[in-house]
T-cell receptor
Framework: KAGVTQTPRYLIKTRGQQVTLSCSPI?????VSWYQQTPGQGLQFLFE???????NKGNFPGRFSGRQFSNSRSEMNVSTLELGDSALYLC??????????????FGPGTRLLVL | GQQLNQSPQSMFIQEGEDVSMNCTSS?????WLWYKQDPGEGPVLLIA?????ELTSNGRLTAQFGITRKDSFLNISASIPSDVGIYFC???????????????FGTGTRLTIIP
């Protein structure tokens, strides 16, 4: 079965712009989580959506937002980009959460470069 | 953001050698997970541990959930070239919401095999 897909794979933006990243989960998965990965901070949890509702949230500023659609596809948006937002953004989908990490799969990520 | 202390940061070994890495935290976790990440890919789950003291194997990989619930280790026996990559530990704390709550990741161990 198809894995988690993320688009675009690479993106270059300039400071002050905004960006939208997309994640299509594995068919049947209803939970989508987003993570930011940087060399300095490592992997940091952004937020998790389940059935179109944000269920959990990490410690990121309000410039980072997301949403989930009825087909479980998710988007995350970063407004007013800063240089420090340059990172690999990973999305992970799982069946229903509930701690079942065996069903959680990560996508390949979107690499964002902010100039 | 919070990260777990993972050591060593990098390892250079010869094919066939055994590998050991560990993760420590000041916080208690309900679940410990070990992931491997290859270049250009998202992390892939290797082993999940759900009970203090639990020792779990997956082929040549063995991991343990520390008795104090604040640490975990991963061993790889008889390393092969495809073991090259970055290994991450992650801890999960159960909260009031029963769902796919946030994971706190370790800083990563980069494994290199010297020919």
């Amino acid at each position: 079965k198809a894995g988690v897909t993320q688009t675009p794979r690479y993106l270059i933006k300039t400071r002050g712009q905004q960006v939208t990243l997309s994640c299509s989960p594995i068919s049947g998965h209803r939970s989508v989580s987003w993570y930011q990965q940087t060399p300095g901070q490592g992997l940091q949890f952004l937020f998790e959506y389940f059935s179109e509702t944000q269920r959990n949230k990490g410690n990121f500023p309000g410039r980072f937002s997301g949403r989930q659609f009825s087909n479980s596809r998710s988007e995350m948006n970063v407004s007013t980009l800063e240089l420090g937002d340059s990172a690999l953004y990973l999305c992970a989908s799982s069946l229903a959460g509930a701690g079942g990490y065996e069903t959680q799969y990560f996508g390949p990520g979107t690499r964002l470069l902010v100039l | 953001g919070q990260q777990l202390n993972q050591s060593p940061q990098s390892m250079f070994i010869q094919e066939g050698e055994d590998v050991s890495m560990n993760c420590t935290s000041s916080s208690i976790f309900n679940t410990w997970l070990w992931y491997k990440q290859d270049p250009g890919e998202g992390p892939v789950l290797l082993i999940a541990l759900y009970k203090a003291g639990e020792l779990t194997s997956n082929g040549r990989l063995t991991a343990q959930f520390g008795i104090t619930r604040k640490d975990s280790f991963l061993n790889i026996s008889a390393s092969i070239p495809s073991d090259v990559g970055i290994y991450f530990c992650a801890g999960h704390q159960r909260g009031p919401n029963f769902g796919n709550e946030k994971l706190t990741f370790g800083t990563g161990t980069r494994l290199t095999i010297i020919p």
